[in-house]
Nanobody
Framework: QVDVVESGGGLVQPGGSLRLSCAASGSIFSIYSMGWYRQAPGKQRELVASITQSGTTNYADSVKGRCTISRDNAKNTVYLQMNSLKTEDTAVYYC?????????WGQGTQVTVSS
């Protein structure tokens, strides 16, 4: 069993910053990639950013230049630094951990961007 726990969400004003963290623990033998997805009310869950074991990153066009994903392989932890936040970034942010044969999701952390 693998536990995936996100933290770092909250309320921030437009133009502000937040740093999300996601830690995976449990029966972990090999992680292929870790990533962040988000889901706003009434919308489908979408990729924000992902990073592979080797450090290859992928970003949604909507966050390029504003967000940076990084990873600590020794701690099975992934981070998402979000800057210049916009109201449209408001969503529940989920961490996804991809293994060779399965995936695990966290419970999500709310990010609200509002003045």
């Amino acid at each position: 069993q693998v536990d995936v726990v996100e933290s770092g969400g909250g309320l921030v004003q437009p133009g502000g910053s937040l740093r999300l963290s996601c830690a995976a623990s449990g029966s972990i033998f090999s992680i292929y990639s870790m990533g962040w997805y988000r889901q706003a009310p009434g919308k489908q869950r979408e990729l924000v950013a992902s990073i592979t074991q080797s450090g290859t990153t992928n970003y949604a066009d909507s966050v390029k230049g504003r967000c940076t994903i990084s990873r600590d392989n020794a701690k099975n932890t992934v981070y998402l630094q979000m800057n210049s936040l916009k109201t449209e970034d408001t969503a529940v942010y989920y961490c996804k951990v991809t293994f060779p044969t399965r995936v695990s999701w966290g419970q999500g952390t709310q990010v609200t961007v509002s003045s």
